[in-house]
């Protein structure tokens, strides 16, 4: 395939101008707005400029710096990886749901651990949905129980089995030193130990994930921002049928 | 003054049935009293630290005294009579009942158990009294700083690094510096004890804590000048103890809501009810500022659509304010800026309810909260965003203002999030001071009819609350959309009637008028 090399736009094709922030544990003076440039410098920046430094008090200083990024990534080399599926609407949903499973599938939901911030969860899976893309509570072949915030992955794991749920649904919002990743993994094994990561769709939101991340971590399938309730459940039977037609295939040859 | 034009009959109307909707609620819970209200009592008196299995002292006692039977007749006659009889203080009372050397049991002489506990209540109240006046002193002698006053959050989880954000942000601008509470700390039914340096998402609320804080933000007041408030969360299934931690630690601002541990944490609905009026008593007394956290529903139910239920819950937790002797100044109603950005008009409505607010509570100390639920990735847009919220609360006349963080949608503040958003709120405080004396709404114009209709239906759904009670209103969910029943949630288990002879001395010497 065709290269096809990019690096940062300003105003000029391949000029790579970019600019950062960042704030340095000492406080301001000329040595302290040198040590920014060298640093933007070494980040790839060509030409760096600090166009803005100030005292922040208490041993602290703040910059603004502009540059020309050195780097530049071949588009055509970049694979990503997405969820496989085909995105139905709610109707779409709701028909192949009762064609192929013949009964209702069971959500259940939760912002796991630490994070309170039922955002994403709620836009998801909440009747009123999110512009205008209704929740997963208004399909008429869905059980979508949403457990809110800060629930503990124990509890989630106890509910699951309980409502004998087909999928869960977990949201991870706001981070604080990437306790997310520590939240999704504790999760996921905890999933493994019951013996249910095989019969459980697992399936993680939220803006800072990737669908690369999520597989890392142990996920079928992870929505960053600009995901609707109905990318979620498209997957969701998508990924079921796979899996029924999958376990029915190594059923015959055991037979 | 820039003033809406609105029934000032409807407005006294709404209070009146907000006033009949609290009185019922607390003429429910008055038979009853908690273990936190007792453990709280305990720490008033006196009792504190933990035993060899970190277990707190107050809870030691607590459970004995459930053990014995003896906890409805209230834990301040039974642990001040021992005190008598054993010629110690209270204690090393508690200390001997949870070495196991003591056992309590009923008090002899009633009237003499009944004035010691006044007396020793007394001088707890005392010390409370000069932790209030010792404030007062030193705002007086720097000088009240102009509102809106600029509230930032802090939350390592390491008391030690809060300390030195907490610093850095008073030298930056902040007035108000809040302490965030390690996740799940309302849920625990004891209080942490000592300096904590690990938490998640926040930092343990300890009584050490607080006092490491209190004496990092005094110095710091000498240093820039100005007197810097200390916040801490009065919530959870520990309200009444935080609040007795509080007053004693001479904290500023309590979060204190009288319904968001019910409705957001999934307490019980009898305990929450208890809890907050002795918990509001004690803040009460102790010249703490309580915060509202009517924001929260615009976190689950829509800015626009739901507006009329933040008012209303306002104006119940104002009556429920006044029931426990809190001022209008100690009452820091929580609204917040939340309609969705993509609104045409978003703004207006945003002007709207706040002045609307600002009218409806003439006297509180109004708590402004910044856009959360609408907040991106964007951060250009984000601080775009808040400063607009920056302009609302300069216009009404905000009181206690929550700074917006451009990163608020992904991650917890790093310091240059901060650092800017003071800025971003100086810049707009500074260049807009005058406007709100300069400008009038217009008559019968758009912001004045939304401002009267979420009143009308603010006066409406009052009505509705007051036919079936307000039990039977949170269990249809009307507030933020969120059902509780009234026998579910945690901590229902710690909710007891009290005895005939039941005794705290508290509410008379706290209460104006007395019990």
Known sequence: MAEQWLKPYGDTLDDGRVQLSFTLPVALDEQAREAARQLAAMMGLDEAAVVHAEDMGQGFSFYIVYGQCRHRVDLAAIKVSRPDYARLDKDGVDRLISEKMGRKMVVVGACIESDAHTVGIDAIMNMKGYNGHKGLESYHQMRAINLGAQVDSEDLVVRAIEEKADVILVSQVVTQKNIHLDNLTRLADLLEAEGLRERVILIVGGPRISHELAKELGYDAGFGSKTYAEDVASFAIHEWIKRTARQKGVHHVGN | ?515
């Not at chain 2, 810097?228 to 004693?248: F, Q």
Request: negative net charge; proline residues 4%; hydrophobic residues 45%.
């Open chain 2, 1 to 515: 003054m820039t003033r809406l034009h609105l029934d000032q009959r409807q407005i006294d109307r709404a209070r009146e049935s907000a006033r009949r909707i609290a009185g019922a609620v607390r003429a429910q819970m008055e038979p009853y009293t908690t273990t936190s209200v007792e453990r709280a009592t305990l720490r008033l008196l006196g009792v504190d630290g933990v035993d060899e299995n970190g277990v707190p002292l107050p809870n030691r006692l607590v459970e004995h005294l459930q053990a014995e039977d003896l906890l409805a007749h209230g834990a301040a006659p039974v642990v001040i009579g021992a005190m008598l009889e054993q010629q110690s203080t209270v204690q090393q009372v508690a200390e001997a009942v949870a070495a196991g050397t003591l056992r309590l049991r009923r008090p002899a002489n009633a009237p003499l158990v009944r004035a010691a506990c006044d007396e020793e209540a007394g001088k707890r109240c005392a010390q409370i009294a000069a932790q209030r006046a010792a404030r007062e002193a030193v705002i007086a002698s720097f000088g009240e700083v102009r509102t809106p006053w600029l509230y930032v959050i802090v939350a390592t989880g390491n008391i030690h690094e809060d300390v030195k954000q907490a610093r850095a942000a008073a030298e930056q601008g902040a007035d108000i510096i809040a302490v965030i509470r390690s996740t799940g700390q309302s849920l625990l039914d004891y209080v942490p004890y000592g300096a904590t340096t690990e938490g998640f998402g926040g930092t343990y609320a300890t009584q050490e804590n607080f006092r490491l804080m209190r004496a990092a933000l005094d110095e710091t007041a000498d240093r820039v000048g100005r007197y810097i408030r200390l916040t801490n969360y009065c919530s959870g299934l520990c309200m009444p103890e935080i609040a007795a931690m509080g007053a004693i630690e001479r904290l500023d601002m309590m979060l204190n809501d009288s319904m968001y541990g019910i409705i957001f944490r999934d307490i019980n609905l009898q305990r929450t009810f208890i809890d907050q009026f002795f918990s509001r008593m004690v803040n009460a007394f102790a010249g703490i500022i309580i915060n509202t956290g009517e924001d929260n529903y615009l976190t689950t139910a829509d800015a626009c659509e739901a507006a009329h239920t933040v008012l209303a819950s306002q104006l119940i937790n104002e009556q429920f304010a006044c029931l426990s002797g809190l001022t209008p100044e100690q009452m820091g109603l929580g609204h917040a800026f939340e309609i969705d950005p993509e609104m045409t008009n978003g703004f207006l409505w945003e002007v709207a309810q706040a002045q609307l607010v600002r009218q409806v509570f003439p006297a509180a100390s109004l708590k402004y909260m910044p856009p959360t639920r609408h907040m991106t990735g964007n951060i250009f847009r984000g601080h775009l965003q808040d400063a607009l919220f920056n302009v609302v609360s300069a216009l009404t006349q905000q009181n206690i203002h929550l700074l917006g963080m451009m990163t608020e949608a992904i991650h917890t503040p790093l310091i240059q999030d901060r650092f800017l958003a003071v800025q971003n709120a100086r810049y707009v405080f500074n260049t807009l001071r005058d406007l709100h004396a300069e400008v009038e709404f217009k008559r019968g114009g758009q912001i004045e009819r939304r401002a009267q209709a979420v009143l009308d239906e603010t006066g409406h759904l009052l009505a509705r609350i007051e036919e079936i009670g307000l039990p039977a209103a949170i269990g249809q969910g009307v507030f933020a959309d969120i059902a509780r029943r009234p026998d579910d949630g945690r901590g229902l288990d710690g909710v007891l009637a009290k005895a005939d002879d039941y005794f705290n001395p508290f509410p008379r010497l706290m209460l104006p008028g007395g019990h």
